[in-house]
């Protein structure tokens, strides 16, 4: 089991991350990364918001909204317990 020390440590460290990521997101990156935590993909998010799927594609990249979500989701598993989201039809490997 990690100790509080070591809890606390990473959780200021996801934070800061998550702060940085999304301070630096441009409005419609923010919306896209909004979306996507809500639990859209990103074809519906495009559908949604009247774009083009590459739009969103390249919102998702540029605005690193994966990592703002893998952040959101190793916060939420370090204080809840809970198990990591899935990952809101992001794909790191160009597939959509």
Excluded: C, W
Aim: charged share 25%.
């Amino acid at each position: 089991m990690i100790g509080d020390a070591a809890v606390s440590s990473a959780l200021g460290a996801l934070t800061e991350i998550s702060n940085a990521v999304l301070e630096d997101m441009t409005r419609y990156q923010r919306e896209v990364y909004r979306l996507l935590a809500s639990g859209l993909n990103q074809g519906e998010i495009a559908a949604r918001l009247g774009k083009y799927p590459q739009s969103v594609s390249d919102a998702v990249k540029r605005g690193h909204a994966e990592l703002v979500i893998e952040a959101s989701a190793a916060i939420s598993e370090l204080l809840f317990g809970l198990p990591s989201i899935e990952n809101h039809g992001i794909s790191r490997d160009n597939e959509r």
